[in-house]
């Protein structure tokens, strides 16, 4: 495992972590509920630290056992002009992501760890189909022929990345919340009207990762 597969890992990993849908419900709870929130934020990015990891793991089990089946396949030029292909059309497409001002962040309604567990499961269903950069980690990983020993504990780091700024955000109320509120607010607005241009740097860089990656194989 090289410094430099460690540096696209993290790369991916840091695009990961600006979800807007787990910044989004973190801020709403730590803006409005201050008796249960720890329970209740735990509960969300432990739901969906689980399902991203239940995800990565079947794709990483799956995954292995077709590039076993058909490694000459991954190997030749054909499959390495549909990667670089990809990387161009998501580049190209960012490029052309329409702001919307409808908020994509899902809300919790009521005051209980099951409506938690609920919106983090909800949070899964809406970012899992766009998570480009876990994908391309774990492209990573496959193309690498990595052992289970060293890629399980790199996924299971990788979703805890993904997670991080709920954490910090939450540690950062609990010790400067006086100094800190206004700033939760304001990145709260922002991120409730902007979404999609979030969406649109993560399919830039994940399209210039693929590009790079491949021209050695073309």
């Not at 720890?38 to 056992?65: C, E, K, P, Q």
């Amino acid at each position: 495992m090289g410094a430099e597969l460690l540096l696209y890992l993290s790369g991916l990993a840091l695009l990961d972590t600006l979800s807007p849908a787990i910044i989004g419900v973190t801020l709403y709870l730590l803006l409005t509920d201050s008796q249960n929130v720890t329970a209740r934020l735990f509960a969300f990015v432990f739901t969906v630290f689980i399902l991203y990891f239940s995800l990565g793991l079947s794709m990483m089990l799956g995954l292995t056992y077709i590039m076993d089946t058909f490694s000459s396949l991954f190997q030749n030029k054909l499959f390495s002009w549909i990667i670089f292909v990809i990387g161009m059309i998501l580049f190209v497409a960012s490029f052309f992501i329409t702001t919307n001002k409808k908020s994509a962040i899902p809300i919790p309604r009521t005051h209980s760890i099951a409506s938690m567990v609920m919106i983090g499961v909800l949070t899964f269903l809406i970012e899992a189909g766009t998570a480009l950069p876990y994908f391309a980690a774990i492209g990573l990983f496959i193309t690498n022929d990595m052992p289970m020993i060293q890629w399980l504990p790199l996924l299971a780091a990788y979703n805890m990345m993904m997670i991080l700024p709920a954490i910090v955000l939450f540690l950062g109320n609990k010790l400067f919340k006086k100094w800190i509120t206004p700033i939760l607010v304001n990145l709260h607005n922002k991120l409730s009207s902007s979404s999609n241009s979030v969406l649109s740097w993560v399919m830039c860089i994940v399209g210039l990762i693929l590009i790079v990656n491949t021209l050695d194989y073309l």
